[in-house]
């Protein structure tokens, strides 16, 4: 009999946001994922997706204003996934 694909369901959007949030700040994500249980490769995608680097804490010459707070930053990756859904 064929052996069944059970995928881990996805991390909670809160978990996510988080996670970005610690990386911003400055906390790497090898050492985030050792404490939280979670692969690097996870909170890097989700770096990519959220266009936020790996060491982009907020600079002199980043005015905050342009800086996307939590909240935004969520809203815009769910509508992007809506949008990527509609096509």
């Keep these: 009999m064929p052996r069944q694909y059970n995928p881990k369901p996805p991390y909670p959007a809160q978990f996510r946001q988080q996670m970005i949030e610690l990386v911003a700040s400055g906390r790497?994500?090898?050492?985030?994922?050792?404490?939280?249980?979670?692969?690097e490769t996870s909170i890097l995608s989700w770096m990519r997706a959220a266009r936020v680097t790996e060491a982009a804490p907020p600079t002199a010459t980043t005015p905050q204003s342009l800086l996307l707070k939590a909240a935004e930053r969520q809203e815009l990756m769910e509508l992007r996934r809506k949008l990527r859904q509609a096509l």
């Design 28 to 39: 790497r994500p090898s050492e985030l994922a050792k404490e939280f249980g979670c692969h």
